[in-house]
T-cell receptor
Framework: DTEVTQTPKHLVMGMTNKKSLKCEQH?????MYWYKQKAKKPPELMFV???????INESVPSRFSPECPNSSLLNLHLHALQPEDSALYLC????????????????FGPGTRLTVL | AQTVTQSQPEMSVQEAETVTLSCTYD???????LFWYKQPPSRQMILVIR??????QNATENRFSVNFQKAAKSFSLKISDSQLGDAAMYFC??????????????FGKGTLLTVNP
């Protein structure tokens, strides 16, 4: 099973709202990722968690706040977003590169389509 | 830093025919991984095939195969017996095996494949 789930599928929010995106995997993976993807562009890495600790923050504005409550869950808290933040937000997971596994392939969820008005 | 180049923004193929998508990359590393991901209009990124750089044998996965030329830094994807369901954006991606970079996927800009009935 290589399933990563994300909720909600679609989200519309105003610039003053606070909302959260949720990602879940049950593959025993210890690395989880958030990507932002604009239309017809490749995904851009935002955050990486490894063993529930933030490993990489790609200089993402503080209006995006990630959280990893446990090894299966990853949240992205959104506050005071701008219209240019409208995009597809993808979650991915993989066995941690430090686990000694060979390929450490990232498996993606279906994404949340976010629209900021 | 590594770069991945997909020189074909769009390609089209007739159903049941064969098509090859190009990907080149630039790296100074000797060990790394390469991936092809498919993203249909449903938007989920799906792993198509992966290749370990230390393996000389080209990876195959059913109708999908790669031509990995390490010296030329080329990693093309061949789709045989194309089906309507193969229509999607295809992304080539590189992953390092060293240091903090081994979490990151470097994507090409993508090739949009159309399959004509």
């Amino acid at each position: 099973d290589t399933e990563v789930t994300q909720t909600p599928k679609h989200l519309v929010m105003g610039m003053t709202n606070k909302k959260s995106l949720k990602c879940e995997q049950h593959m025993g993976h210890r690395a989880m990722y958030w990507y932002k993807q604009k239309a017809k562009k490749p995904p851009e890495l935002m955050f990486v968690y490894s063993y529930e600790k933030l490993s990489i923050n790609e200089s993402v504005p503080s209006r995006f706040s990630p959280e990893c409550p446990n090894s299966s869950l990853l949240n992205l808290h959104l506050h005071a977003l701008q219209p240019e933040d409208s995009a597809l937000y993808l979650c991915a997971s993989s066995q941690s590169p430090t686990s000694g596994t060979s390929t450490d392939t990232q498996y993606f969820g279906p994404g949340t389509r976010l629209t900021v008005l | 830093a590594q770069t991945v180049t997909q020189s074909q923004p769009e390609m089209s193929v007739q159903e049941a025919e064969t098509v090859t998508l190009s990907c080149t990359y630039d790296t100074s590393e000797s060990d790394y991984y390469l991936f092809w991901y498919k993203q249909p209009p449903s938007r989920q990124m799906i792993l198509v095939i992966r290749q370990e750089a230390y393996k000389q044998q080209n990876a195959t996965e059913n109708r999908f195969s790669v031509n990995f030329q390490k010296a030329a830094k080329s990693f093309s994807l061949k789709i045989s017996d194309s089906q309507l369901g193969d229509a999607a954006m295809y992304f080539c991606a590189y992953r390092s095996t060293s240091g903090g970079s081994n979490y990151k996927l470097t994507f090409g800009k993508g090739t949009l494949l159309t399959v004509n009935p």
